[in-house]
């Protein structure tokens, strides 16, 4: 038994070695731990962009799928990442003396500069991620 989310699209488009697919939106979408890509709209059909690895042709059903352990990683990225950052800039500025008073303030204040310096580098690998949807999604023909 999977729990991955998987739904049924049509391509509608190759473009070379890319194909275009159009996904119903269903309630699935709410699981879907990669709904940034498509960003479903309700009522609209969402439009993925993927490599055509099935030798897919237009009007082909095919199957949509997160590939393995996508919502953990991005999870991580999400959620761990700024913890990270945010711990690191408290023990970091532990160990540094400015004379500020108090010093729990300064080291709250430095995890928060933590906190925005790992939020920002994890904006940049999901803004990554978003360009290689072929690492993120498996197709195949239904």
């Given at each position: 038994m999977?729990?991955?989310?998987s739904d049924q699209g049509v391509i509608t488009k190759i473009d070379g070695n890319i194909l275009?697919?159009?996904?119903?939106?269903?309630?699935n979408c709410d699981g879907c731990g990669i709904k940034f890509l498509c960003s479903p709209k309700s009522g609209e059909d969402k439009i993925i962009k993927?490599?055509?690895?099935?030798?897919g042709?237009?009007?082909?059903?095919?199957e949509v799928s997160e590939a393995a352990n996508v919502l953990l990683?991005?999870?991580?990225?999400?959620?761990?990442?700024?913890l990270i950052g945010f711990l690191s800039g408290i023990f970091i500025s532990y160990n540094l003396e400015f004379g500020f008073k108090p010093i729990e303030l300064f080291q709250f204040i430095c995890g928060l500069l933590g906190l925005g310096i790992a939020g920002g580098i994890s904006y940049l690998i999901f803004k990554w991620i978003a360009r290689k949807p072929d690492k993120l999604y498996?197709?195949?023909?239904f």
């Open positions: 999977s729990n991955r989310v275009t697919i159009s996904i119903k939106t269903t309630d993927i490599e055509n690895t099935i030798d042709k237009v009007g082909d059903t095919v990683i991005l999870s991580l990225l999400q959620y761990g990442l700024p498996r197709i195949s023909k």
